[in-house]
């Protein structure tokens, strides 16, 4: 907003002066929003890590519950983990158990 009569030197102050007056403003704005904006970053970052932690412990949670309900109904599943982690068998079976080998050397011709 140039008004008649004034010179180049005071319309050089006034633009000088807004510009001071804008940049404390920013600055300002920076003080007080930025550390808000900073924490409020590393909180959204640990919120995005805890929903992931949340939708695995979910999953493996589902799965416990129907390994409870198999346990609890299935008389077949409850025979394969009783073959499986205790060694039973049924009557008149034989189990036999194969041992690996640690290494070539031990191998006798």
Do not use: C, H
Request: aromatic content about 12%; proline content about 2%.
């Amino acid at each position: 907003m140039v008004i008649k009569g004034m010179g180049i030197g005071k319309i050089m102050k006034i633009r000088a002066r807004r510009f001071f007056w804008v940049a404390l403003g920013l600055a300002l704005l920076l003080y007080i929003f930025l550390p808000g904006y900073l924490r409020w970053e590393v909180i959204n970052e640990r919120f995005k890590e805890y929903r992931e932690k949340n939708e695995e412990l979910s999953e493996e949670n589902l799965k416990l519950k129907k390994e409870i309900w198999a346990l609890k109904n299935d008389p077949l599943y409850i025979e394969e983990i009783t073959r499986k982690e205790l060694g039973y068998a049924k009557e008149g079976e034989v189990i036999y158990e194969i041992e690996k080998r640690e290494s070539e050397d031990s191998f006798q011709r």
